[in-house]
């Protein structure tokens, strides 16, 4: 089938940056597993020029409609839903505005600065009966499906005791523009938020819905944080963060790593279980690509995973999938999820004494 006869939908992208560029590339693709024809048909940049040749570049084959402002993509009646891949601290407004106008709405991760926020935003969309999620696509590679009935399901590697994620990403806050987005304290810069939610994502992949973990019981968190600079506030970026959750009714602790100050090499996590383990590997720790298993006494084995693409588009046929079926929150990606994650989040910030002034 060619993707032209699939079911439609219409997306209105915000801001003609870097993961912007990514996504709307992914979603142009002719893939042969597609379950969803993606039409760009709208792009808000900050200029019309900057968003013409962002569509020009990333998008040649659509016909976006290209507004310079974010407000012409809510208002655009042919957008079904918006995609928001603007700075970490614009998330809250841009969704809020989505969702007043009634689009769908995908949000770049972190959803919001702090957990308060997000719980906002996910009111707003569940009480304007919108579908709403958090775009942490890593969860939607098939790679991650496959982990947790490895993990689960075949129990392949017995009990599992420990996982270790570390999201390693070269790109210290001193050798970027201050105003810059992943250097800017005021646009919410910082490992945690940006990387470190990827290594929390894993871990809780791991770990959150292992057999015989109680679910009322948040794990035990200590968290420590290198900052850029300890004494000037403004410059209070996080450069390197761990994160130990405790899970004591499964004898089980996840170790949360990120840093902006090394690029991690392809293997970016480890599972161990009583019976073996399983490295996790890829270009990073959010584009995962293969796994290697090594249950004792046998040999590894290695599978790798094939991806079309960056890899977007495994998020992007799911959220439409969601969307057809009615549904309001993502079935992969919950809201609980989601909240689960940014209070993990705001507790290891409160543990480091890493305060944003969208927290205050
Ligand atoms: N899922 C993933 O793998 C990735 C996710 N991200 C997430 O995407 C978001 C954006 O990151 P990224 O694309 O790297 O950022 P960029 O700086 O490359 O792009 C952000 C865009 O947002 C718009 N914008 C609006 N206000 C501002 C402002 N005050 N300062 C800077 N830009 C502004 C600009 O677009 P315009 O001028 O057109 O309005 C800008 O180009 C972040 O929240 C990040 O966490 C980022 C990279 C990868
Ligand atoms: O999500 C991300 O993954 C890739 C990085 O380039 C980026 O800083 C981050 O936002």
């Not at 918006?82 to 689009?103: D, F, S």
């Not at 304290?185 to 992949?205: E, P, V």
């Not at 761990?242 to 170790?255: D, G, S």
């Amino acid at each position: 089938m060619s993707n032209n006869d699939l079911p439609t939908l219409r997306w209105g992208i915000l801001g003609a940056g870097l993961i912007s560029s990514w996504f709307v590339s992914d979603l142009c693709l002719e893939r042969a597993e597609a379950t969803t024809k993606h039409i760009i048909q709208a792009i808000g940049s900050s200029s019309k020029d900057k968003g013409s040749t962002f569509a020009t570049k990333n998008c040649p084959s659509h016909k976006p409609n290209i507004y310079d402002s974010y407000d012409g993509v809510y208002n655009d009646p042919e957008v079904d839903i918006v995609y928001i891949g603007t700075p970490h601290t614009l998330h809250r407004e841009n969704a809020l505005a989505a969702i007043k106008a009634g689009k769908h709405v995908l949000c770049e991760k972190p959803l919001a600065i702090n957990s308060r926020d997000s719980q906002k935003m996910i009111d707003a969309a569940r009480e304007k009966c919108v579908f709403f999620m958090k775009a942490v696509w890593t969860r939607f590679f098939p790679i991650a499906k496959k982990l947790h009935a490895l993990l689960h399901e075949e129990r392949i590697i017995g009990d599992i005791a420990s996982v270790h994620v570390d999201f390693g990403l070269y790109m210290p806050v001193g050798e970027k523009d201050a105003n810059h987005s992943t250097a800017s304290r005021a646009l919410g810069a910082g490992a945690l938020l940006d990387i470190g939610i990827y290594s929390l994502t894993w871990a809780s992949i791991v770990l959150d819905s292992a057999p015989g973990r109680n679910r009322d019981i948040e794990p035990g968190l200590t968290a420590s944080m290198l900052f850029y600079s300890e004494t000037d506030v403004d410059k209070k970026v996080d450069e390197e963060v761990a994160v130990v959750l405790r899970y004591p009714e499964l004898k089980a602790q996840a170790v949360c790593t990120a840093s902006m100050l090394y690029k991690k090499g392809e293997e970016f996590g480890q599972v161990y279980g009583s019976k073996g383990s399983i490295t996790i590997g890829g270009v990073s720790a959010s584009k995962p690509g293969f796994l290697v298993l090594r249950v004792n006494d046998t040999e590894e084995k290695r599978t790798d995973f094939e991806v079309p693409g960056i890899g977007f588009h495994y998020e992007a046929d799911a959220v439409a999938e969601d969307i057809r079926a009615g549904r309001i929150q993502s079935s992969v990606c919950s809201w609980d999820h989601t909240m689960t994650i940014m209070k993990r989040m705001d507790t290891a910030r409160a543990i480091c004494g890493l305060v944003y002034p969208q927290d205050e």
